[in-house]
């Protein structure tokens, strides 16, 4: 009746920390779950104007295209973005339907 679930995560403040793309690929390697907190808060490294411009292009957020960066980046990246009010929360569930190219993937880095 009840089968074998994994638990384990890895949760890291992603774009803050160096080494954050080699605990990537080491969580994709072995199967194990990114959680990306104050994702929100550090964004894509060095991606500044980018992020508006390409925000601007999908009739976005900014906070709504890093959040599909995010999804787009790794399946295995489960961003929780925190939200202050249901307003928040619902804009960041948007971010779920933005499509991003590959081309849109290598532009912001």
Request: proline share 6%.
């Amino acid at each position: 009746m009840y089968s074998y679930a994994q638990r384990t995560t890895v949760q890291l403040p992603h774009g803050a920390n160096p080494g954050g793309e080699e605990v990537l690929d080491l969580c994709e390697q072995h199967g194990i779950p990114l959680i990306p907190f104050f994702s929100l808060v550090h964004g894509l490294p060095n991606a500044g104007q980018k992020m508006a411009e390409m925000a601007q292009k999908h009739n976005a957020t900014v906070a709504q295209l890093n959040i599909a960066w995010l999804l787009h980046k790794s399946h295995w990246l489960l961003p929780i973005p925190g939200t202050s009010s249901l307003a928040h929360f619902r804009e960041n569930m948007q971010a779920a339907d933005i499509r991003l190219s590959a081309e849109d993937m290598a532009y912001l880095g």
